[in-house]
């Protein structure tokens, strides 16, 4: 199960707990179950926002996401979350993000923003959003 992690530049919110209490029962729901469950739980270290708190404080965006992601798994702990697998950082990561891109970009299925940000071309994708959800994609 792979589920999408905090942005850890500042304290997690109820709003942001809403989403890993969410993933805990469906964790919790399984295991029940009977399944086994492999958790991975991603960590977003690098960002627009965290680069701008870390000159904002004049800290490390080594030293900014330490902080915020020991206080993520603190408050999981108080919440009686049961922790994932792992937590991999997205800086442990980037080689991989990029390559991905290219290779998305390679077979038409990425496109770069004037400003410089990539995104996935989903009207390139047969059948995107179709198997789901059912989307109707012409609207």
């Given at each position: 199960m792979y589920t999408c992690g905090p942005t850890v530049y500042d304290?997690?919110?109820v709003g942001n707990f809403r989403a890993f209490l969410?993933?805990?029962v469906l964790k919790r729901t399984l295991l029940y179950l009977g399944y086994n469950v492999d958790h991975i739980c991603n960590l977003t270290d690098v960002d627009d926002k965290i680069i701008n708190k870390c000159n904002a404080e004049s800290i490390?965006?080594?030293e900014l996401t330490d902080k915020y992601t020991n206080a993520f798994f603190d408050d999981l702990e108080a919440l009686n979350i049961i922790k994932a697998r792992a937590y991999p950082r997205a800086t442990e990561h980037i080689d991989e993000?990029?390559?991905l891109i290219l290779d998305l970009?390679?077979?038409g299925l990425a496109y770069q923003?004037?400003?410089g940000s990539w995104y996935f071309s989903?009207?390139?994708k047969e059948g995107y959003g179709t198997n789901l959800v059912q989307l109707d994609p012409d609207h």
């Open positions: 304290s997690a919110h969410t993933y805990d490390s965006l080594q993000m990029a390559k970009e390679q077979n923003s004037d400003e989903v009207s390139k």
